[in-house]
T-cell receptor
Framework: GAGVSQSPRYKVTKRGQDVALRCDPISGHVSLYWYRQALGQGPEFLTY????????KSGLPNDRFSAERPEGSISTLTIQRTEQRDSAMYRCASSLWSNEAFFGQGTRLTVV | QKEVEQNSGPLSVPEGAIASLNCTYS??????FFWYRQYSGKSPELIMSIYSNGDKEDGRFTAQLNKASQYVSLLIRDSQPSDSATYLCAVLPGQNFVFGPGTRLSVLP
């Protein structure tokens, strides 16, 4: 596609449920990043991939968070047993190769 | 710990003035630097990238980089009300981007 596409745009889930957030990067982009952004703050790094390999997952808050990019294109960020503190905007970005990165529209997650 | 710092603002400038936004970073090995503009409720939009010491101009925007002092700045000439947004500085110390908290700019008509 022309840009980075994230789905769903909005997700409301009950505490304790699992959620999966999807990111479809710009075609041909090798690097894919996941960030979380709180209101009034800059994006906070979660994890990133080059092709299908997860290069760094040091930003994932705990083991309830995981991400995959099995075919080196679409990526899924999964949050298990969601908690209210997981409520945030989750942003995905892609770049050709660790240079200029372009963001998707984000997924607003609300845990009730 | 790799950190990027920005004055959170708000920075208010009158229409037509020059807005100056500053950013400092802690990782001396950083090689790539970026400025993003984020309108309220929208996603960050890349507006400038700079890799070498000195100035880089693109239209009304000029990015300045000083690696020795570990700072990067963004100048916006002839500021317009449509420039009112949060400006995020991003640094690439390795292979993942580290963002600052952003500076909120308000251009007053």
């Amino acid at each position: 596609g022309a840009g980075v596409s994230q789905s769903p745009r909005y997700k409301v889930t009950k505490r304790g449920q699992d959620v999966a957030l999807r990111c479809d990067p710009i075609s041909g982009h090798v690097s894919l990043y996941w960030y979380r952004q709180a209101l009034g703050q800059g994006p906070e790094f979660l994890t990133y991939f080059n092709y299908e390999a997860q290069q760094d997952k040091s930003g994932l808050p705990n083991d309830r968070f995981s991400a995959e990019r099995p075919e080196g294109s679409i990526s899924t960020l999964t949050i298990q047993r969601t908690e209210q503190r997981d409520s945030a905007m989750y942003r995905c970005a892609s770049s050709l190769w660790s240079n200029e990165a372009f963001f998707g529209q984000g997924t607003r997650l609300t845990v009730v | 710990q790799k950190e990027v710092e920005q004055n959170s603002g708000p920075l208010s400038v009158p229409e037509g003035a020059i807005a100056s936004l500053n950013c400092t970073y802690s990782d001396r090995g950083s090689q790539s630097f970026f400025w993003y503009r984020q309108y309220s409720g929208k996603s960050p939009e890349l507006i400038m990238s700079i890799y070498s010491n000195g100035d880089k101009e693109d239209g009304r925007f000029t990015a300045q980089l000083n690696k020795a002092s570990q700072y990067v700045s963004l100048l916006i000439r002839d500021s317009q009300p449509s420039d009112s947004a949060t400006y995020l500085c991003a640094v690439l110390p390795g292979q993942n981007f580290v963002f600052g908290p952003g500076t909120r700019l308000s251009v007053l008509p």
